[in-house]
């Protein structure tokens, strides 16, 4: 008896030592999951083709848009929303998909050509080896026309986004902008004033394209079409919220259990966890970035 419990000890320490070392590499739970207080949205009932009708198809795992030589594709909600929680799983195709992004986003660009307002999540391709980095950027009122004021904040994921579908999700209130991974929060974009923060109303977006001038490693490898097509595929598609008809006493989705708005202790703690060991880039930390333009930075 003596000489197996001196046997299974190194194990049972082996185990103890491989139990830590895989919850080091993924983030502590953030205790709310607020997709699941959201239902999934037919795609046909709450969105509509944008561009590229030939590269969107439907089937029963939801929409898979492609980028060729000849075209990417794009997709739009109907409604456009003062506020809401908008989100998508989708899975990202692997390989060489240098140049290429995938998006979900909200956007006013039609609506405000030249003085648009913009909420990005961005998937920046890349080479053979290398993970994706997940980009999360936010326009106001004509920064990303032609005159780039962008808020970066870049992510490396702590999974592989290509070996399956992932919800991905933005939530946008009146106070502040959070930006979801599989209901983790991993930055927010508070309100600290009118001038650096989105107030008009914006339609929610979805894309594939090719983004060669900037996209991998600033620009440095571009999409080679000897792989295409290049995919994404999106499905449990989910939009709730303040619609530009809706009353003024429609009330905000809230990210927690306080309809007040705001993060719980825990969620705060699972954020701090992806910046402390997956965020890439912030620009507020950016010393070459002219900080007068980002106020928000030191405010």
């Known amino acids: 008896m003596g000489n197996s419990l001196v046997f299974l000890f190194p194990i049972f320490h082996l185990l103890v030592l491989l139990g830590s070392s895989v919850n080091a590499y993924w983030p502590p739970s953030p205790g709310y999951w607020p997709s699941s207080k959201v239902g999934s949205l037919s795609f046909y009932k709450g969105y509509k083709n944008l561009w590229g009708p030939q590269h969107q198809r439907m089937d029963q795992d939801g929409l898979t848009i492609w980028l060729d030589r000849t075209s990417g594709s794009g997709f739009k909600s109907v409604k456009p929303f003062r506020s809401g929680y908008f989100g998508a799983s989708i899975k990202l195709q692997p390989g060489y998909t240098a140049g290429v992004i995938t998006s979900l986003y909200l956007s006013n ?176 930390r950016d010393y070459k970035r002219d900080h007068s333009l980002t106020p928000e930075c030191w405010r």
């Open 109 to 284: 660009s039609e609506a405000h050509p030249g003085f648009h307002d913009e909420v990005d999540i961005e998937f920046l391709g890349t080479t053979f080896g290398k993970p994706y980095t997940l980009q999360t950027n936010v326009y106001i009122r004509g920064s990303g026309d032609g005159k780039i004021i962008g808020r970066e904040m870049k992510f490396r994921l702590w999974f592989d986004p290509t070996s399956g579908f992932h919800h991905y999700a933005i939530l946008w209130n009146p106070r502040e902008i959070i930006f979801l991974v599989d209901d983790i929060p991993i930055r927010s974009y508070p309100k600290k004033s009118a001038a650096t923060f989105p107030l008009r109303p914006m339609w929610l977006y979805g894309s594939i394209w090719d983004a060669s001038s900037w996209a991998t490693e600033d620009g440095k490898y571009k999409a080679d079409y000897k792989y295409q097509p290049f995919t994404a595929k999106y499905t449990n598609f989910k939009a709730i919220g303040c619609t530009a008809y809706s009353p003024a006493r429609c009330h905000p989705v809230s990210a927690s259990p306080y309809r007040s708005g705001g993060l719980t202790r825990k969620q705060y703690q699972a954020m701090r966890w992806v910046q402390t060991h997956n965020m890439v880039y912030n620009y507020c």
